[in-house]
């Protein structure tokens, strides 16, 4: 960590406020950013490397929308090999250079039968099915306490706040728990049943890991899911990963335009 924090401390020039973590298909959020600095996993040390297609895999540090961001260009999963504390040691670097605040987004799976593929789901809670937890382990106590709340997992103050926005823009969102499992296999249907008797809104591959450790560490979080496919057993179709890309590229638009409007009030 002391490696990772040295070598990206030379490299940037400007504290963030802001984490921004970009999941499958909506790395393009990035090149948003103004007088970017990108820089690749490899490059970093003890960094990981993204192996999933649609994540770049690279840190771009920059003002999104007026607002100084370090962006995760491709995040890391449980399902590629890596052990949580590898998953989620960008959020302690985070939390390392300062950065208080983390909008964290995923494409997810639609467990809920009144939404559809395309939408977007603002995320109220979640259910961590992983069969783990990042936390296990000695515990960091320069972060946070041995046995934190998670009770507000995602800040209802910007979830308030991205429900105000999407009003205003006429951008339809849902809000919702999202389900994190560890993949890399989609649900079976019964799975999915399962997931939506529990309370279940929309399930995923991500996000939950990096969520714990950023409430462990005092940030305040928002997240966001693109609900790219109907999850098994929902609409009869087989599903692909192809399937999740070519949603994402769909909405991109609007998750673009919602994502502009919030940040600035973070």
């Not at 070598?7 to 990035?30: D, F, N, V």
């Not at 041995?146 to 339809?172: C, G, H, W």
């Not at 019964?190 to 399930?203: H, P, S, T, W």
Request: glycine share 12%.
């Amino acid at each position: 960590m002391e490696k990772t924090i040295e070598y990206l401390r030379k490299k940037i020039t400007i504290q963030p406020e802001l984490g921004l973590i970009l999941g499958s298909g909506l790395g393009g959020l990035a090149e948003e950013i103004t007088d970017p600095l990108y820089i690749p996993y490899e490059e970093i040390p003890n960094f990981p490397v993204s192996t999933v297609e649609g994540h770049v895999g690279r840190l771009v540090i920059g003002k999104l929308a007026g607002v100084p961001v370090l962006t995760m260009q491709g995040r890391f999963h449980y399902y590629e090999g890596y052990d949580m504390k590898t998953v989620t040691f960008p959020i302690r670097v985070m939390q390392s250079l300062g950065i208080k605040k983390l909008l964290v987004t995923n494409a997810a799976g639609g467990i809920n039968l009144d939404y559809t593929a395309g939408a977007i789901m603002v995320i109220t809670d979640h259910i961590n099915l992983t069969g783990t937890n990042p936390l296990i382990g000695k515990n960091m106590e320069g972060y946070g306490p041995r046995f934190p709340d998670m009770t507000y997992s995602y800040t209802p103050k910007y979830v308030a706040l991205a429900q105000k926005k999407a009003q205003e823009l006429n951008i339809e969102v849902k809000t919702g728990v999202y389900v994190g499992l560890t993949g890399p296999s989609y649900e079976t249907p019964a799975e999915i049943k399962f997931l939506r008797i529990i309370g279940g809104d929309a399930v995923g591959m991500s996000t939950v890991p990096e969520v714990i450790v950023a409430r462990h560490g005092g940030m305040d979080v928002l997240g966001i899911s693109c609900i790219t496919n109907m999850a098994a057993g929902i609409s009869g179709e087989a599903l692909n990963h192809e399937e999740v890309m070519e949603t994402a590229n769909r909405v991109r638009g609007d998750f673009r335009s919602l994502v502009l409007a919030i940040i600035p009030d973070m």
